[in-house]
């Protein structure tokens, strides 16, 4: 079984993006399931995740671990430690334990990234009280 890449964290060459045409080659991946329907819609799971991995089929570079650390909000507890959380370029909570919730991993790391809402409208929730 041949490996694939996470389509909603990649970095690109845009010299060569442009030199490949990625853009025209996705644009005709996403134009064959308007008509045809074969990877399905965002909803049922489609969008830009099925082309992208028809276009860039074994011809992509691995990105080191820290560059996606995800998995964070697949569980409350902790998989990562955090030295490893600290020195991760992009932090993924995928799952349902998100890190503005009561229960997350790693959600002091997070907050040092929080921008409050200026309405007040919008309250991050901590088992440890509001902040």
């Given amino acids: 079984m041949k490996c694939s890449f996470n389509t909603g964290i990649f970095v690109a060459n845009i010299s060569l993006w442009k030199e490949r045409r990625i853009t025209e080659k996705l644009d005709y991946w996403l134009s064959i399931n308007n008509k045809e329907n074969i990877f ?5 799971g489609g969008s830009s995740g099925p082309p992208m991995m028809i276009v860039f ?21 902790t ?6 959380v600290h020195s991760a370029k992009l932090l993924h909570w995928n799952g349902r334990y998100k890190p503005w919730g009561r229960i997350s991993q790693h959600t002091m790391v997070w ?21």
């Fill in 40 to 44: 399905g819609t965002q909803k049922g």
């Fill in 79 to 84: 998989k990562y430690s955090d030295e490893f």
């Fill in 111 to 131: 907050e040092k990234f929080y921008i409050h809402d200026p309405t007040g409208q919008y309250k991050i929730a901590r088992k440890y009280g509001n902040i």
């Fill in 57 to 77: 089929y074994e011809k992509y570079s691995q990105l080191p671990p820290e560059w996606n650390v995800r998995h964070l909000g697949v569980t409350s507890g």
